[in-house]
């Protein structure tokens, strides 16, 4: 599996947290619980499945994780059934 901006490490204010969007359905899971529900318009996630692991997607991603921990992130993930896992 190739890394790319859905499918990555992330480091949190404390710990990191990895998460591996596989499809559409995850990806709008995910923009809810990052509160940016407009990325996950029609056809977003054919988008940023390929985007880069260092691009601006994924910059905009690590300043989101890098805002809180790995633990409640994990449970705001968990939530929203996102695929993660976490290291702390």
Known sequence: M????ARRTYACAE???TIVIENAEHWHALAVCL???EV????AWTAAKDA????????VIAE???????????????????PHSLRS
């Open 2 to 5: 190739a890394e790319s901006a």
């Open 15 to 17: 710990g990191e947290i």
């Open 35 to 37: 509160g940016r529900p």
């Open 40 to 43: 996950a318009y029609e056809g």
């Open 52 to 59: 880069p692991a260092d691009g601006p997607l994924a910059a």
């Open 64 to 82: 989101m994780f890098a805002e809180d921990t790995a633990a409640s992130w994990g449970r705001r993930l968990a939530a929203h059934g996102v």
